[in-house]
């Protein structure tokens, strides 16, 4: 049995929650303020923390659509370096992805960006900044996005939780500097202070109420393994893509930007607790308790059923597809002897000196020249390996893919997957969006420390 702690990782500290604006999209646009702000991250015995972020808050304000909807959004930099805003999992048009130096050209302080999103699929996704983005989503540069299914499922409620990690000093401020080499060649930039921050808080919950749960780990480098205590329930979809077959919901490892819809019910009886846990190694760390009082009905409900499929390419096979191996190296532990990096082949000693650290395929930091280039409605398979000693959690834009298993099945489409060391698994996907299309580690850290790397469709 593991130690359940009533406390989160930084001492003193207690599991907050906070709301944010709503921002219901509609033909106007959505104004994304990035500047500075104070915000109470901590308990009230800690100061206010400044952080970055939309519209002055952390999260940013949450975007709910429905799916179908087209909406705008201006994104204004009133911060003191470049930025953009990448909108995670979202199939949209590669000029609308928000990759400078890809896509589009950084957003300069005082100026701005429209960005316009045809919302193809119904889920849960974020949006966060895509420049110098190890510090600037580490700072609380991000946002949910929440675009509702027409056929959305029977819950009593709805909740985005978000999972976040921070390193925060003695007075609740984010330490500086980033960057630092020891987090990027290990496990990247890890906090002392993880927490769950939901957008609308049930002071209690009820025996058999069903909640529809949106976990977002916007961490920029933690893992974050939790469970929930007090309910039964299922995994409906993972990176805002509908499972075909429910998963049993255990223990929830989410990587880095990896998300996952849950249906639960509460089956703590009255009096009884709810508690949301983050498990670090052999312990528990209660993130928040909820008081259960009273029956929300007499009995369970019956099990929900799949949520209605995006309208996203299934792959049937991957007979004739083009493989393309990404080989991840680098990293303390590993056995990196050399990389390419702008052109140049350096030493790992060189590499380092440039801060470059991983590398896919031999190469650190973005190529000139795409990986690979393909005609549009092409079957790719990348073949992931990881050659080094840490997990990776690699994130694709512009679509999503899908494990190859045995047998000619496939797993869900997925937008960022983590890899650990030594595994190797291959990811499939139907190259139908065309344009230039990052693919990367989305442990912040490692990316800019070299892991990442672009291919072109059409
Ligand atoms: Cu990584």
Request: proline share 7%.
């Given at each position: 049995m593991r130690n359940i702690h009533r406390r989160t990782?930084?001492?003193?500290?207690?599991?907050?929650?906070?709301?944010?604006?709503?921002?219901?999209?509609?033909?106007?646009?959505?104004?994304?303020?990035?500047?500075?702000?104070?915000?109470?991250?901590?308990?009230?015995?800690?100061?206010q923390t400044q952080i970055w972020g939309y519209n002055g808050g952390v999260p940013g304000p949450q975007i709910r659509a429905v799916q179908g909807d087209q909406i705008a959004l201006r994104l204004s930099n009133d911060l003191v370096q470049p930025t953009s805003v990448h909108w995670h999992g979202l199939r949209v048009k590669n000029s609308m992805d928000g990759v400078p130096g890809i896509t589009q050209k950084a957003v300069l302080t005082g100026e701005e960006f429209l960005y316009q999103l045809d919302l193809?699929?119904?889920?849960?996704?974020?949006?966060?900044?895509?420049?110098?983005?190890?510090?600037?989503?580490?700072?609380?540069?991000?946002?949910?996005?929440?675009?509702?299914?027409?056929?959305?499922?029977?819950?009593?409620?709805?909740?985005?939780?978000?999972?976040?990690?921070?390193?925060?000093?003695?007075?609740?401020?984010?330490?500086e500097p980033f960057g630092n080499l020891h987090d990027h060649s290990h496990a990247g930039r890890l906090g002392n202070f993880i927490h769950a921050m939901f957008d609308s808080l049930p002071a209690q919950m009820a025996t058999n109420e069903r909640l529809r749960l949106r976990f977002v780990n916007t961490a920029t480098d933690r893992i974050m393994p939790i469970s929930l205590r007090g309910v039964s329930g299922w995994v409906v979809a993972r990176d805002g893509m509908p499972l075909k077959k429910l998963e049993p919901l255990g223990i929830l490892t989410?990587?880095?930007?990896?998300?996952?819809?849950?249906?639960?019910?509460?089956?703590?009886?009255?009096?009884?607790?709810?508690?949301?846990?983050?498990?670090?190694?052999?312990?528990?760390?209660?993130?928040?308790?909820?008081?259960?009082?009273?029956?929300?009905?007499?009995?369970?409900?019956?099990?929900?059923?799949?949520?209605?499929?995006?309208?996203i390419e299934t792959l049937v096979s991957v007979a004739g597809a083009r493989t393309i191996p990404l080989r991840m190296q680098g990293g303390a532990m590993g056995d990196l002897q050399e990389g390419l990096y702008k052109g140049k082949m350096l030493s790992m000693r060189d590499l380092v000196d440039q801060g470059q650290i991983w590398t896919l395929n031999g190469e650190a930091g973005l190529p000139v020249e795409p990986l690979f280039e393909t005609p549009l409605h092409a079957t790719i398979?990348?073949?992931?390996?990881?050659?080094?000693?840490?997990?990776?959690?690699?994130?694709?834009?512009?679509?999503?893919?899908?494990?190859?298993?045995?047998?000619?099945?496939?797993?869900?489409?997925?937008?960022?997957?983590?890899?650990?060391?030594?595994?190797?698994?291959?990811?499939?996907?139907?190259?139908?969006?065309?344009?230039?299309?990052?693919?990367?580690?989305?442990?912040?850290?490692?990316q800019s420390a070299g892991m990442k790397t672009w291919f072109r469709v059409g």
């Open positions: 990782l930084l001492k003193g500290a207690v599991a907050t929650v906070i709301m944010p604006a709503f921002t219901r999209a509609s033909t106007s646009e959505i104004l994304l303020r990035a500047k500075p702000a104070s915000v109470q991250l901590v308990d009230a015995d800690h100061p193809r699929d119904a889920g849960t996704f974020w949006y966060h900044s895509h420049n110098r983005s190890a510090e600037q989503v580490a700072r609380g540069l991000y946002g949910v996005m929440v675009i509702v299914e027409p056929d959305a499922p029977d819950v009593d409620r709805d909740i985005v939780v978000v999972l976040d990690d921070w390193r925060l000093d003695e007075v609740a401020q984010i330490s989410l990587g880095p930007a990896e998300r996952a819809d849950v249906i639960i019910d509460v089956t703590a009886e009255h009096d009884g607790e709810v508690l949301l846990i983050f498990h670090d190694r052999n312990q528990g760390y209660v993130l928040n308790d909820f008081r259960v009082s009273g029956a929300a009905a007499t009995v369970r409900r019956p099990k929900p059923t799949p949520l209605s499929p995006n309208p398979v990348f073949e992931m390996r990881n050659d080094t000693a840490f997990a990776h959690a690699m994130h694709m834009h512009g679509t999503h893919f899908q494990e190859v298993l045995p047998n000619d099945t496939f797993g869900p489409h997925k937008d960022t997957v983590l890899i650990q060391p030594g595994e190797a698994r291959d990811f499939a996907f139907v190259a139908d969006n065309p344009g230039k299309w990052l693919i990367h580690c989305h442990m912040l850290s490692h």
